[in-house]
């Protein structure tokens, strides 16, 4: 089965400063790792993700995740932040060859930052 | 054209009414996607079409039926429903069903049934 957990319901961060959003996962064999935002009243954007390569994955808006294979997880992050990053954030997983199996999203992250 | 389309964006019925959504993409994608999401939830996948076949379908109930007349557009069929399905309804697009395609969401249609 395929799972995913993002440990933190809200994550407080004062705009300049370094954001990291937590994402581990579960899945038999390789997983495909993506990240989605969401602002309010809208659909889920799509930021990046892994497939295989490099584990410092590079996305939109200046955001990027550190895949570690032996912790099985995927941090969202960015080294600046901007009061305009405050939204939530979803982690989701697939595995390979998981056939019909569908994208397995986290619960979610509302990430707020502060002026 | 990069974008996912859903009309109407609010929708009010009542539990006798029938009405249906709509999406459209133009990025030439093969697989599109029903989800409902409940507010401050993830979103929670309804119905999966691949190349115009329904490839998933989520033990969703009847009174929501699908429907993929080409493979640029996606309906869902209401009716019958309940106040408990009240909920932002995303539908997407990916470039194939496969596991590695991220999938490009449009901006929903927040449903109220009364």
């Known amino acids: 089965a395929q799972s995913v957990a993002q440990p933190e319901d809200q994550v407080n961060v004062a705009e300049g400063n370094p954001l990291t959003v937590k994402c581990t996962y579960s899945?038999?064999?390789?997983?495909?790792l993506f990240w989605y935002v969401q602002y309010p009243n809208r659909g889920l954007q799509f930021l990046l993700k892994?497939?295989?390569?490099?584990?410092l994955v590079k996305g939109s808006y200046g955001f990027e995740a550190e895949f570690n294979k032996s912790q099985t997880s995927f941090h969202l992050k960015k080294p600046s932040a901007l009061v305009s990053d405050s939204a939530l954030y979803f982690c989701?997983?697939?595995?390979?060859?998981?056939?019909?199996?569908?994208?397995?999203f986290g619960k979610g992250t509302r990430l707020s930052v502060i002026a | 054209d990069t974008e996912v389309t859903q009309t109407p964006k609010h929708l009010v019925m009542g539990m006798t009414n029938k009405k249906s959504l709509k999406c459209e993409q133009h990025?030439?994608?093969?697989?599109m996607y029903w989800y409902k999401q409940k507010a401050k939830k993830p979103p929670e996948l309804m119905f999966v079409?691949?190349?115009?076949?329904?490839?998933i379908n989520e033990s969703v109930p009847s009174r929501f039926s699908p429907e993929c007349p080409n493979s640029s557009l996606l309906n869902l069929h209401l009716h019958a429903l309940q106040p408990e399905d009240s909920a932002l309804y995303l539908c997407?697009?990916?470039?194939?069903?496969?596991?590695?395609?991220?999938?490009?969401f449009g901006p929903g249609t927040r449903l109220t049934v009364l």
């Open positions: 997407a697009s990916s470039q194939d069903e496969r596991e590695g395609f991220e999938q490009f």
């Open positions: 899945v038999s064999g390789n997983p495909y």
């Open positions: 892994y497939i295989t390569g490099d584990n």
């Open positions: 989701a997983v697939r595995g390979l060859h998981s056939g019909n199996t569908p994208l397995v």
């Open positions: 990025m030439g994608h093969r697989a």
């Open positions: 079409y691949s190349y115009e076949k329904l490839s």
